[in-house]
């Protein structure tokens, strides 16, 4: 972004100067308006055009770094103890250093973990960290479908008609599925959230 602002500032400067010197030519030489404004239009388009093709890339490069990091944070968020997931939730604090709302997310959630809030508060923190990124990219994504993922394991967990994936209980070694749920033997993937209570609309 500052090399974009520099860019910005040498191109002002170069069309002040432009501007000044075919006055000048026209007080001189009594040129016609309209022959000036053609002088300026094409000393001046290059500039424009540089201009604008500097700003589509730093606006190019943003939004894949922010991009990245939405990516890693959805395809690791259930494994939040990972280095992954660790290092994307590292990364958005400088990603998004323009976003008042997404840093202080990110302070409460740091306070939280500092003060040992519990488990399920910083899991709710995290969602809504994940969910404000997703509004600022102009993702739609909800909160329940952040929550929700999928995880290696046998048996695989399937939620029955009306029942919250809150309410799954897995780990990676398998496990009963709960009432309102059916197991598959013959599968290896498992499906749950962190934060219970949310409604199937």
């Known amino acids: ?9 040498l191109i002002l400067i170069y069309t002040v100067i432009v501007i000044a010197l075919l ?3 026209r007080h001189w030489l009594s040129i016609e308006w309209s022959l000036l404004a053609s002088a300026g ?42 280095s992954e997931f660790l290092i994307a939730l590292n990364r958005v604090i400088l990603v998004f250093d323009s976003s008042a709302k997404i840093k202080g997310l990110v302070k409460d959630l740091w306070e939280g973990h500092v003060n040992h809030e519990s488990p399920l508060v910083s899991n709710r923190k995290e969602v809504d960290l994940v969910y404000a990124i997703c509004q600022h990219m102009g993702r739609r994504i909800t909160e329940f479908e952040i929550d929700s993922f999928f995880i290696p394991g046998s048996p695989q967990v399937i939620l029955s008609q009306g029942v919250p994936p809150g309410n799954v209980s897995t780990s990676s070694t398998g496990g009963t599925p709960k009432e309102g749920m059916h197991s598959a033997s013959d599968q290896s993937i498992t499906a749950g959230s962190f934060i219970s209570g949310w409604r199937l609309e």
């Open 41 to 82: 239009a094409v000393l001046l388009a290059p500039a424009f055009a540089l201009a604008i093709g500097n700003y589509i890339t730093v606006r190019s490069e943003k939004y894949r770094e922010e991009y990245e990091t939405l990516k890693d944070l959805m395809a690791h968020r259930h494994m939040r103890g990972s």
């Open 1 to 9: 972004m500052r090399n974009f602002q520099f860019t910005a500032l």
């Open 23 to 25: 006055l000048l030519v």
